[in-house]
């Protein structure tokens, strides 16, 4: 009970010292708190408020390894920190052989530097780690997604999708290229149980994913086309430029949007992210 209150303690202490504007949360007039409230940290780790009160008060006592790493990531803990909060938590922290699912420093400051620019983070399995304000603005609020419903193949396999447009040629070969690539993942990292219950769910939701996983998808090969087209529910049709970055050595997909300067796609894209941030303030 002590090492479960002092995880609930280190938290506190921790949400208490972060500056919102630093992790990307709106900062509106009426705000009387200077670090994060429980529900701004609750959304940034991908967990409900409820559970994240009864982790900080010591009533639930056996957080998993991928929560701890979904708080170390909002908190922005450091090394030390992160090892520390895994030890409360009663882990040791991730080895070689589970995906990784830790965004550096060194990440995070390119993601500081694009955040104006719609930027989602997704690791090895496509589940999404992070994601900034003018990607929720884009895209729809991702704070309110949990567990498998945070993945990207189970989204567009079995989910309810997203707000990117596909023709049927399209999406079939962008989900060809989604389980090839997870098929690559689960051959580097054949020890993490996350990523075989995560097949398992998959195999049982989808019909389609057990077909291409049990095809043997080749390697997956570059998409035809880069551009993609969002509907947006206020402001229509966006045509952007969706490249996908990956930092090989933490095994990470970076995923942003553009549009170029001076298009009405460029001005879509605007509207669309000041609509949507100035809602998250209100």
């Not at 982790?55 to 920190?81: C, I, K, W």
């Not at 500081?112 to 992070?130: E, F, H, S």
């Not at 993942?185 to 057990?210: C, E, G, I």
Request: proline share 6%.
């Amino acid at each position: 009970m002590e090492s479960s209150w002092e995880f609930g303690r280190m938290l506190r202490r921790w949400r208490d010292r972060v500056v919102p504007e630093t992790v990307g949360v709106p900062v509106g007039r009426r705000r009387r708190v200077a670090g994060l409230r429980r529900e701004e940290l609750a959304g940034l780790a991908g967990i409900s408020a409820d559970y994240l009160t009864r982790l900080e008060q010591g009533r639930a006592t056996a957080p998993s390894t991928q929560v701890v790493e979904a708080l170390v990531r909002a908190l922005r803990l450091s090394d030390p920190e992160r090892e520390l909060l895994f030890r409360l938590a009663g882990h040791a922290a991730p080895g070689l052989d589970v995906v990784p699912s830790r965004i550096t420093s060194s990440v995070q400051r390119l993601l500081d530097r694009l955040a104006n620019t719609p930027v989602a983070v997704y690791d090895a399995t496509w589940t999404l780690l992070t994601a900034n304000a003018p990607y929720d603005a884009l895209m729809g609020d991702t704070s309110n997604l949990r567990g498998i419903e945070r993945n990207a193949v189970w989204r567009n396999l079995a989910g309810p999708g997203t707000r990117a447009v596909h023709t049927a040629e399209e999406r079939a070969d962008f989900e060809t290229r989604l389980v090839a690539d997870l098929r690559l993942t689960a051959a580097r990292y054949p020890a993490d149980r996350a990523l075989k219950r995560l097949v398992s769910d998959l195999s049982a939701a989808s019909p389609r994913f057990v077909e291409l996983w049990k095809s043997g998808c080749p390697e997956p090969r570059p998409e035809q086309s880069r551009h993609k087209t969002i509907a947006h529910p206020a402001v229509g049709h966006i045509t952007l430029d969706c490249d996908t970055l990956v930092v090989a050595a933490d095994d990470l997909r970076i995923m942003v949007y553009t549009a170029e300067p001076g298009t009405e796609d460029a001005e879509r894209l605007a509207l669309a992210v000041v609509l949507g941030t100035q809602t998250l303030v209100d």
